[in-house]
């Protein structure tokens, strides 16, 4: 399964991964989302994220969110 990445403009640090390029099943509460990046089968997710439960969601929920934390900046 390919899995999609989404950004949301609502929610700055709020990201989503979906089982479809038009994430036509993400939250409408944190719209408009952009799909910023795609992940081929049986690739490795960003951040050592488990893909199997990503997978697992997408199946149940059809999306899974996920909060980005940027690093600080060293000052």
Known sequence: MNIYIFKSEAKNELRAFAGDAGGS????????????????????????????????AIEAHGFQLWRFKAKEEEG
């Open 25 to 56: 099943r993400l939250p409408p509460q944190f719209r408009p989302w952009h799909a910023v990046g795609v992940v081929g089968a049986g690739k490795a997710l960003p951040h050592k994220l488990s893909r199997a439960t990503v997978e697992d």
